[in-house]
Structures are given as structure tokens and as C-alpha cells.
T-cell receptor, first 116, second 118 residues
Framework: AQKVTQAQTEISVVEKEDVTLDCVYE???????LFWYKQPPSGELVFLIR??????QNEISGRYSWNFQKSTSSFNFTITASQVVDSAVYFC?????????????FGTGTLLAVQP | GAGVSQSPSNKVTEKGKDVELRCDPI?????LYWYRQSLGQGLEFLIY????????KSGLPSDRFSAERTGGSVSTLTIQRTQQEDSAVYLC????????????????FGPGTRLTVL
């Protein structure tokens, strides 16, 4: 069965601090995709990144970086020098590859509050 | 360009009433998904459409829930005899996925419909 675990329910940081959101996944598929989505207070899910299971290179996009480690089945997300606008719920998700639906299996989300 | 739109944005109904939630996907997107976000269950998959057919309905929680899609475009999620546990945000997403052998295509989400059952 596929499963995504985000153990951190809520994180509170002060602006300019670095913060890492953890994501651990379970799947029997050899090929799969991992995602991070941001859900600001407005409610709409905003896509941040997709990573193919064959690509373990870490990725950096501005203040955001992602650390994918197949050995520990983790796909962690780090925000450097956090800002108030980063306050949101962040979801990690998993999808199979080549399956019939490519439906997303979401973690329970981590609420990040960045205090000024 | 226009994104995924959903209507209504908010719906308050009384227990036992039927409700219809609408999703307009991005033009040209053949795949359409419904998800539900509730406090107790998080974000969960409900149903997947490829064109007008629904090959995966595995997430529908009960037979009170049904969905259809017409013209390969608009989709309607219907909940009959609503219960308080149906209260949630219902999210629709669409993507360019065309066949099962396609590589992954991004799902774009709509703003959701917040359903409150009194």
C-alpha cells in the first residue's frame, strides 16, 4: 500500500529562520513520483515540485530546497530564511508511475507559521 | 489562461438534502480528479475521470456519492442525503493525462467548494 507520513503537525518559526519539513513515504512501486504542494490560507493547492524516483539529485529553487533519499524513503523540504508569506499548510504527496490513474496520495500536512 | 474553476465556492445545506458540486477543468485536460479535504481524514482521493468515463471510483466513501462528466469537460459531484460527516472542502484537479502509458502530467487544482452540512 502507498502511504505518506508527515510527522510534524505544526511548526512555528521566527522570520529568517531556516525550517525543514519532513516527509516519509511507503510504496511497493519501483517507479513513482513525489510532490510538495503549498496550501496558503486562501485554500488553493499550489504545486511546488515533482521528483521522479530515479532522480535523487537534490534540487534548489530560490529559498526552497528538497532532499530526496531513497535509502530512507524520505523527501524533505527546507525553506531558508523563512518569510511570513511562507505561512501555509504544506503537503507531501506520492503517485505511481504508469498506473491507471496517477492519483495523488497525500500526507496529513504540516502547518507552518512564520512569525514576524 | 483560465485555471480549474469550481462552483459554488461555499455551500451550506441541511442534513438529508442532496447537493451538486461543479468542476470546470482547464480546457483540453482529459483527466479530472475529485479529492476531499476534511479535518479528520486529510486530503483523500475520491474519483478519477479519463474523458467521460471513470475507471477509478475507489475513493467514493459511500453509494450516496456519485459523479459524472460530460463532453470530456465539466464534472459534477453529487452527494445524496447529506450527512454531517460529509462536511469538507471538495477539490477538483485536472491534467493532460491521456492514456495509462503516458508519463506523469501535472495536476492543477481548483479553489475548492467548502460544504457545510448542518
Amino acid at each position: 500500500a502507498q502511504k505518506v507520513t508527515q510527522a510534524q503537525t505544526e511548526i512555528s518559526v521566527v522570520e529568517k529562520e531556516d525550517v525543514t519539513l519532513d516527509c516519509v513515504y511507503e510504496t511497493r512501486d519501483t517507479t513513482y513520483y513525489l510532490f510538495w504542494y503549498k496550501q496558503p490560507p486562501s485554500g488553493e493547492l499550489v504545486f511546488l515540485i515533482r521528483r521522479n524516483s530515479f532522480d535523487e539529485q537534490n534540487e534548489i529553487s530560490g529559498r526552497y530546497s528538497w532532499n530526496f533519499q531513497k535509502s530512507t524513503s524520505s523527501f524533505n523540504f527546507t525553506i531558508t530564511a523563512s518569510q511570513v508569506v511562507d505561512s501555509a499548510v504544506y503537503f507531501c504527496a506520492l503517485s505511481d508511475h504508469g498506473g491507471a490513474t496517477n492519483k495523488l496520495i497525500f500526507g496529513t500536512g504540516t502547518l507552518l507559521a512564520v512569525q514576524p | 489562461g483560465a485555471g480549474v474553476s469550481q462552483s459554488p465556492s461555499n455551500k451550506v445545506t441541511e442534513k438529508g438534502k442532496d447537493v451538486e458540486l461543479r468542476c470546470d477543468p482547464i480546457s483540453g485536460h482529459t483527466a479530472l480528479y475529485w479529492y476531499r479535504q476534511s479535518l479528520g481524514q486529510g486530503l483523500e482521493f475520491l474519483i478519477y475521470f479519463q474523458g467521460n468515463s471513470a475507471p477509478d471510483k475507489s475513493g467514493l466513501p459511500s453509494d450516496r456519492f456519485s459523479a459524472e462528466r460530460t463532453g470530456g469537460s465539466v464534472s459534477t459531484l453529487t452527494i445524496q442525503r447529506t450527512q454531517q460527516e460529509d462536511s469538507a472542502v471538495y477539490l477538483c484537479a485536472s491534467s493532460l493525462r491521456k492514456t495509462p502509458s503516458d508519463s506523469y502530467n501535472e495536476q492543477f487544482f481548483g479553489p475548492g467548494t467548502r460544504l457545510t452540512v448542518l
